[in-house]
C-alpha cells in the first residue's frame, strides 16, 4: 500500500483469532478486545476466525465465534463451511478465494494474527503471510519460532551472555532416561515443568515429589514433543512491553504480577481477576527500571521480535535480572499486561494498535527492497 492510497481511504486490516491450540479461546477474547480497539475512521477490521479444527470462517461464522468469547465455544454443524483460501492479491494485498455464493470478501492491507499458541505463534502463519508478501503484525518467522521455542529461546539468550535461571530441556524419546533425583541434584527443588513450545501456563506444573514430577511429565508431553524443566527462582515476577522494529524499539513502565496462589496460572492470567495482584507500575529504583527496559529491548534484539513483544523477568532480592522468558503474541484480554503497560506509558489501545499496524507496514516496505534476483559476478 503506498502513502497515497493509506492517505485516501482506510486501511483493511484482517485480524485473525483462533486456531488450533489450547490457547483458542484465549485468542478469541484478545481478538474481540483487538477489533473493538481500532479506531473505525482509520481503519476498516476484517475478523477471520479460525475454528479448533483449523477451518477459516469468515462474515457470520466469524463473528459468530467471537460474539461469546469467554462464555462459550460455537459448534459448527456444518462440515463444508465457506471454503476460504488465501491468494496473492495485487501490490501488497491478500484475497481470498472462496466456492460459496455472495459478495467476494474484500483484499487485505496488513494482517494482525492473534493466534496464541502453536499454528499462530511459531512462525508457521507467518511464513504463509510472508509467501503471499502481505505486512503483518508481530514478530517474523525466525523470531516467532525462536520466541515460541522456550528451550532455543534460553540457549540463545543464553550464548549471549543475557542472564537466565538453570534449565534442562528433554524430547520425548528420551523422557525414560529423565530421573527425579538427578534433576534436583541440578536444579533444586521445586522445578517447572513446561512444554517448550506453548504459552499461556498452558501444561505447565510446580514439583515437589518425585510422584509430582511423573505426573508433570504426563502433562507436559501431552502438549509438546518437548519439554523444559527451570529451577524455582526466588524473586519478584515483572513484565515489560517491547514496541517497535529493530533500531526503533522501545519499552513500555515495567509492571509486576504478585500471584495468589504462588505462581501465575493459566486461571489467574485470563479468567480470574482476583488470581493475581498488579502492580503498575511496579515498585522499583529508577536505575532498576532502566536496566530492565534495557535488558527487554535486548533481548528483542538479540531474537530478532520486532512489531510487539512482552518480556517476563524475575527480579532477585540483591538486585539482579533474569530473563525467564518472551511472548511474541502477547494477550489483548481486559486484564492483560501488554496493552495495560503500554496504556500506562501513555499509550491508549487505539493508538497502540495504530503503531503495531504502521510498523508492520513499514517492515514490509523495507524488506520489499531488498533484492531477490541472483546476478552476480559472472562465472568463468
Not at 266 to 279: P, S, T, V
Request: aromatic share 6%.
Amino acid at each position: 500500500m503506498t502513502a497515497q492510497s493509506e492517505q485516501s481511504r482506510r486501511i483493511r486490516v484482517g485480524v485473525l483469532f483462533g486456531g488450533r491450540s489450547a490457547e483458542h479461546e484465549i485468542s478469541l477474547i484478545s481478538a474481540r478486545n483487538i477489533i473493538e480497539g481500532f479506531d473505525s475512521q482509520r481503519y476498516e477490521v476484517i475478523p477471520i476466525g479460525i475454528d479448533r479444527e483449523g477451518r477459516w470462517r469468515l462474515a457470520r461464522d466469524a463473528r459468530r465465534m467471537l460474539v461469546d468469547a469467554g462464555k462459550s465455544l460455537p459448534v459448527f454443524s456444518d462440515r463444508t463451511p465457506e471454503d476460504l483460501g488465501l491468494i496473492p492479491g495485487e501490490a501488497e494485498q491478500l484475497a481470498f478465494a472462496h466456492n460459496a455464493s455472495g459478495d467476494s470478501p474484500p483484499a487485505l492491507d496488513v494482517v494482525f494474527p492473534v493466534l496464541h499458541g502453536p499454528f499462530g505463534e511459531d512462525g508457521s502463519m507467518q511464513g504463509l503471510l510472508k509467501i503471499l508478501n502481505l505486512p503483518f503484525v508481530g514478530p517474523g518467522v525466525a523470531g516467532s519460532a525462536v520466541g515460541m521455542d522456550k528451550d532455543l529461546m534460553k540457549r540463545l539468550l543464553r550464548d549471549a551472555g543475557i542472564p537466565i535461571g538453570r534449565f534442562r530441556s528433554v524430547h520425548a524419546h528420551r523422557r525414560a532416561e529423565i530421573i527425579y533425583a538427578d534433576v534436583t541434584a541440578e536444579l533444586g527443588s521445586p522445578v517447572y515443568v513446561k512444554p517448550a513450545n506453548m504459552g499461556s501456563s498452558v501444561g505447565i506444573s510446580r514439583v515437589s515429589t518425585a510422584d509430582e514430577f511423573a505426573a508433570a511429565l504426563d502433562m507436559a508431553f501431552a502438549y509438546d514433543n518437548k519439554i523444559i524443566i527451570e529451577e524455582s527462582i526466588i524473586g519478584r515476577e515483572i513484565e515489560c512491553a517491547v514496541l517497535g522494529n529493530l533500531g526503533k524499539m522501545r519499552a513500555s513502565v515495567p509492571g509486576e504480577i504478585i500471584p495468589r496462589d504462588g505462581w501465575y496460572s493459566y486461571q489467574a492470567k485470563y479468567f480470574d481477576e482476583n488470581g493475581a495482584a498488579l502492580r503498575m507500575p511496579a515498585d522499583m529504583k529508577p536505575d532498576s527500571v532502566k536496566a530492565l527496559q534495557d535488558l527487554s529491548i535486548r533481548t528483542c534484539e538479540i531474537l530478532e521480535l520486532e512489531g510487539m513483544t512482552r518480556v517476563d523477568v524475575f527480579l532477585t532480592a540483591d538486585g539482579e535480572i533474569l530473563i525467564n522468558e518472551v511472548n511474541t503474541i502477547p494477550g489483548f484480554t481486559g486484564i492483560s499486561m501488554y496493552p495495560k503497560l503500554w496504556e500506562l506509558s501513555g499509550m491508549p489501545l487505539s493508538d497502540l494498535l495504530h503503531e503495531l499496524v504502521s510498523q508492520a507496514l513499514e517492515r514490509h516496505r523495507r524488506e520489499a527492497g531488498l533484492r531477490i534476483d541472483a546476478d552476480g559476478p559472472a562465472s568463468t
